[in-house]
């Protein structure tokens, strides 16, 4: 079954802290992994991909096949990172067998304070 | 240019009732997706369109639910007999195409709905 896990549901940090959201997840297959965040009276949108393996905001996040994971990471937080960030999966190329639905995490707050 | 509406944005209706929920995708946008997303939850696929076609309707929880794509772009949500249990905020997003596994999707804002 497809899964993914963040398993803390709040974050608060200073600014300038370093942040980690972590997420895990599990499939059997070779899933795509995403980062959404939702900031606040706005629409849910795309933070980061894995396959695009780029830096946006300040942000990356790295796919661990092994520990089956894709911590999103952040050296210096700013306060405009504070949001609501969601880890998701889909199940890869339709041509593979996969599907293009996303899967997502229950979410996790993060507050930067100044 | 326009990102994807959906309308209406609240929808409050009482047990039994049958709503309709819009969705416009993105022009040119193949792929449109449906989720539902109750409180402190993420949102939970439902399902999605490619072209006219329904290709997975796996997240449909009864049914109860329905959607249609008639002419491949504005899609339906149709819910009928409503239970207390379908308050949620529903959200709709399109992507360019499907097929990838990698394609970002492009959410709207959402409708919220209230059965009481």
């Known amino acids: 079954a497809q899964r993914v896990t963040q398993p803390e549901k709040l974050l608060s940090v200073f600014k300038g802290a370093p942040v980690e959201l972590k997420c895990n997840y599990s499939?059997?297959?070779?899933?795509?992994l995403f980062w959404y965040v939702q900031y606040s009276r706005q629409r849910l949108q795309l933070l980061l991909r894995?396959?695009s393996r780029e830096s946006i905001k300040g942000f990356t996040a790295d796919l661990n096949k092994g520990e089956t994971s894709f911590h999103l990471k952040k050296p210096f937080a700013q306060e405009e990172d504070s949001a609501m960030y969601y880890c998701?999966?889909?199940?890869?190329?339709?041509?593979?067998?996969?599907?293009?639905?996303?899967?997502f995490g229950k979410g996790m707050k993060l507050t930067v304070n100044p | 240019g326009a990102g994807v509406s959906q309308t209406p944005s609240n929808k409050v209706t009482e047990k039994g009732k049958y709503v309709e929920l819009r969705c416009d995708p993105i022009s040119g946008h193949t792929a449109l997706y449906w989720y539902r997303q109750s409180l402190g939850q993420g949102p939970e696929f439902l399902i999605y369109?490619?072209?006219?076609?329904?290709?997975?309707d796996s997240g449909l929880p009864n049914d109860r639910f329905f959607a249609v794509r008639p002419e491949g772009s504005v899609s339906t949500l149709k819910i009928q007999r409503t239970e207390r249990g379908d308050s949620a905020v529903y959200l709709c997003a399109s992507s360019l195409t499907a097929t990838s596994g990698s394609e970002e999707q492009f959410f709207g804002p959402g409708t919220r709905l209230t059965v009481l």
């Open positions: 369109f490619q072209g006219t076609g329904a290709a997975d």
């Open positions: 894995h396959i």
């Open positions: 499939y059997s297959g070779s899933p795509e």
């Open positions: 998701a999966l889909s199940g890869g190329s339709l041509m593979e067998g996969g599907s293009e639905k996303l899967v």
